[in-house]
């Protein structure tokens, strides 16, 4: 086990940011650690799930499952059902970066669907596959949150772990660890929707500077003790403009 984890979370598409984090990562020193939602709303998608499928690959970084590779994979599922609120939710610019400007007003979902079912079988087996939290010395890294009504955190059922909001960010930590998690941009946690620095209350750790919002991406080196670095990328571009 490494002395050191770099935690990252909620890079949506913003590759550009997510490979300014990257240069901070150490492979020799850090286990990395994604926390989740690399997909939707910004631009580059595609080359966003293509570097964190290679740094689970060549450095065994831990890519957790979030939300968004949920929503990514029940649209290939059902894509008739899940189209219009995926497309809501940024599915449009996942769907145009994995294939190209204009194929959703050009394709039905289904044909889009197919489409990228048979262009990226790897990558979508390997998003299947994604884990749903990681524990390393005294800490839980999870996309959304724990349910902290459980006398076990490990029975939070697997739709909590991606999508729990409130009940998590209010529950008493009783678990005996801190828990890192995104999901819930930071702006949001502090109440005025405008700091982005890092949320931090009763050993939870909210990392989502909100930067396909217009905020910021956070890289947090931990060590054993606690926070030795964090390293927070503003987004310079402006927030993501819905487009349907």
């Known amino acids: ?6 935690a990252i979370s909620d890079i949506h598409g913003e590759y550009e940011l997510f490979k300014g984090l990257i240069d901070y990562f150490d492979p020799k020193e ?23 499928k290679e740094l689970v690959e060549k450095h065994q970084a831990i890519y957790l499952r979030g939300n968004h590779e949920e929503y990514f994979l029940q649209f290939l599922n059902q894509p008739e059902d899940w189209f ?11 769907m145009e970066s994995l294939l190209h400007k204009g194929a959703t007003d ?11 079912r048979s262009r990226y079988k790897e990558l979508i087996e390997f998003l299947i ?10 800490y ?29 960010h209010q529950g008493k930590n009783h678990t005996g660890k801190t828990i890192v998690f995104g999901h819930t941009i930071t702006p949001m946690l502090h109440g005025d ?10 050993h939870k750790i909210g990392i989502d500077g909100g930067a396909v919002f217009g905020g910021s991406v956070h890289g947090v080196i931990f060590n054993e003790a606690g926070i030795v670095q964090d390293i927070e990328i503003q987004n310079m571009e402006g927030p993501w403009q819905p487009s349907f």
């Open 193 to 202: 929707m405008e700091t982005t620095d890092l949320w931090i209350s009763d």
């Open 129 to 138: 596959e994604r884990p749903l939290y990681f524990e390393w010395k005294n």
């Open 1 to 6: 086990m490494k002395d050191y984890l770099y």
């Open 30 to 52: 850090h286990q990395l650690v994604l926390i989740g939602d690399l997909n939707d709303r910004g631009p580059r998608t595609k080359e966003s799930f293509l570097l964190g």
């Open 106 to 116: 050009e394709y039905s979902p289904t044909e889009i669907a197919m489409m990228i």
């Open 140 to 168: 839980i890294f999870v996309h959304a949150g724990v349910d902290l009504t459980k006398k076990d955190w490990h029975e939070t059922s697997p739709h909590d772990f991606i999508w729990i909001r409130d009940a998590f």
């Open 84 to 94: 219009t609120s995926y497309v809501r939710n940024g599915g449009k610019e996942t």
